[in-house]
């Protein structure tokens, strides 16, 4: 088992009653806790405070391990030796959720492998590292802390990687600060000139994101996401045929960029040219049948056209592919009882020191009581939900140098 208060890289996911999904049956996921993935492009930065040891000495050496393993601990016991319960004999099992026990006691003895028993799944380091750092004296006697960071020419996308992960988690000050450093260690780097104009523009301030995005675009007259970028803040000064100009440019090297021809509609529609608006969702659906954003702008856009039968239509697509709001309340109880997923659940948070010589709870070993829950209609019906849209375009992936 996974000490649970470690990070993960996976999707938690829980059926109508709030049993986690781990028996697959995804066809019972009616909620989502968290989905942690670092998509192509992408960087993700993970928080720890630690608890320094008043015997640690003068400097203290941190290794920090990114681990793989292809099924979790619980799945593995289930799949090799997992039965039901005999003190549970009528468990209370529909389509919709399992509330029933299961203990791993089952008999591995007509399995085909050669290793009898239930294996261990390799675990596999995908990256490592380690640090020793200075400890400082105790706060009675401590200088009064000064920071001071050393630039260096090869960090720069050390620092680009940290700012896209802080800027993923919301941190906009942070991410802001991190790429302000790509600016200065890598200045012709015209990305990173975008990136503190995206964390800019993210948090409203349009005007301190047009002198970056000017910058990129002298560096890099053809970046797409200065383009893009560019037109989101002259959308928000209300131009909106400027900020259109600005999306078909950065659609010329990525045409098939679903988030980039949205916005280009969305700019036609304002304009009320809702013929083009139309042209330009049907595009976007052509990428992505089940794009939201196209569903819900064909709506207006026909309603602004008095065509109240496609209108029609595009609603009840809408709704249908719109994600189940309420059935987040099932992850309520479960968060309440399981501390360390709550924590991994915050966009932001922090992992503490654990105490030492303390064992790791199994990873889901014991099945809890089912939290009350009153069936409904809307739970009945309330469909697997997928995690925040992944910013995976070319315009929206951070900006890495390929």
């Given at each position: 088992?996974?000490?649970?208060?470690?990070?993960?890289?996976?999707?938690?996911?829980?059926?109508?009653?709030?049993?986690?999904?781990?028996?697959?049956?995804?066809?019972?996921?009616?909620?989502?806790?968290?989905?942690?993935?670092?998509?192509?492009?992408?960087?993700?930065?993970?928080?720890?405070?630690?608890?320094?040891?008043?015997?640690?000495?003068?400097?203290?050496?941190?290794?920090?391990?990114?681990?793989?393993?292809?099924?979790?601990?619980?799945?593995?016991?289930?799949?090799?030796?997992?039965?039901?319960?005999?003190?549970?004999?009528?468990?209370?099992?529909?389509?919709?959720?399992?509330?029933?026990?299961?203990?791993?006691?089952?008999?591995?003895?007509?399995?085909?492998?050669?290793?009898?028993?239930?294996?261990?799944?390799?675990?596999?380091?995908?990256?490592?590292?380690?640090?020793?750092?200075?400890?400082?004296?105790?706060?009675?006697?401590?200088?009064?802390?000064?920071?001071?960071?050393?630039?260096?020419?090869?960090?720069?996308?050390?620092?680009?990687?940290?700012?896209?992960?802080?800027?993923?988690?919301?941190?906009?000050?942070?991410?802001?600060?991190?790429?302000?450093?790509?600016?200065?260690?890598?200045?012709?780097?015209?990305?990173?000139?975008?990136?503190?104009?995206?964390?800019?523009?993210?948090?409203?301030?349009?005007?301190?994101?047009?002198?970056?995005?000017?910058?990129?675009?002298?560096?890099?007259?053809?970046?797409?996401?200065?383009?893009?970028?560019?037109?989101?803040a002259l959308k928000t000064d209300g131009d909106y045929g400027a900020a259109y100009q600005q999306f078909a440019l950065a659609a010329g090297p990525y045409p098939n960029d679903r988030v980039n021809r949205n916005q280009m509609g969305r700019m036609l529609f304002l304009e009320r040219r809702y013929k083009d608006a139309v042209a330009e969702y049907d595009r976007t659906l052509s990428i992505d049948p089940e794009d939201l954003e196209?569903?819900?702008?064909?709506?207006?856009?026909?309603?602004?056209?008095?065509?109240?039968?496609?209108?029609?239509?595009?609603?009840?697509?809408?709704?249908?592919?719109?994600?189940?709001?309420?059935?987040?309340?099932?992850?309520?109880?479960?968060?309440?009882?399981?501390?360390?997923?709550?924590?991994?659940?915050?966009?932001?948070?922090?992992?503490?020191?654990?105490?030492?010589?303390?064992?790791?709870?199994?990873?889901?070993?014991?099945?809890?009581?089912?939290?009350?829950?009153?069936?409904?209609?809307?739970?009945?019906?309330?469909?697997?939900?997928?995690?925040?849209?992944?910013?995976?375009?070319?315009?929206?992936?951070?900006?890495?140098?390929?």
């Amino acid at each position: 088992p996974v000490d649970p208060g470690a990070h993960f890289y996976k999707s938690l996911q829980l059926d109508e009653h709030g049993n986690v999904i781990n028996k697959r049956n995804a066809w019972s996921t009616r909620a989502v806790v968290y989905a942690h993935l670092i998509p192509p492009g992408a960087a993700d930065t993970v928080h720890y405070r630690l608890q320094v040891p008043r015997d640690a000495g003068d400097h203290i050496t941190f290794t920090a391990k990114l681990n793989y393993r292809k099924f979790t601990w619980w799945n593995t016991q289930w799949s090799f030796a997992g039965v039901r319960d005999p003190s549970d004999p009528h468990p209370d099992v529909t389509k919709n959720y399992d509330d029933g026990k299961w203990v791993f006691t089952g008999s591995t003895a007509g399995d085909s492998e050669s290793v009898k028993g239930i294996p261990d799944v390799p675990i596999v380091v995908i990256a490592e590292d380690t640090k020793t750092v200075p400890v400082a004296p105790p706060a009675a006697t401590a200088p009064e802390f000064t920071e001071s960071i050393a630039l260096n020419g090869q960090d720069w996308e050390r620092w680009n990687d940290y700012g896209i992960g802080l800027l993923l988690q919301g941190d906009l000050k942070g991410a802001e600060r991190a790429f302000l450093m790509v600016t200065k260690v890598r200045p012709d780097y015209a990305d990173g000139w975008v990136n503190v104009a995206r964390a800019r523009i993210q948090e409203g301030n349009t005007e301190a994101a047009k002198p970056m995005l000017a910058t990129a675009l002298k560096l890099n007259p053809n970046l797409a996401s200065a383009h893009y970028f560019t037109g989101l803040a002259l959308k928000t000064d209300g131009d909106y045929g400027a900020a259109y100009q600005q999306f078909a440019l950065a659609a010329g090297p990525y045409p098939n960029d679903r988030v980039n021809r949205n916005q280009m509609g969305r700019m036609l529609f304002l304009e009320r040219r809702y013929k083009d608006a139309v042209a330009e969702y049907d595009r976007t659906l052509s990428i992505d049948p089940e794009d939201l954003e196209a569903h819900y702008n064909l709506m207006l856009c026909y309603r602004g056209l008095g065509n109240d039968a496609s209108a029609s239509r595009e609603e009840k697509l809408y709704l249908r592919f719109k994600a189940n709001e309420s059935a987040q309340a099932i992850a309520g109880g479960y968060k309440l009882t399981h501390p360390d997923d709550n924590n991994e659940a915050q966009p932001i948070h922090e992992h503490v020191s654990a105490a030492l010589g303390t064992e790791p709870s199994h990873e889901y070993a014991r099945n809890r009581r089912p939290m009350p829950m009153r069936e409904s209609k809307t739970a009945r019906n309330a469909t697997a939900q997928s995690p925040s849209t992944v910013q995976n375009s070319a315009l929206e992936a951070g900006g890495r140098l390929k």
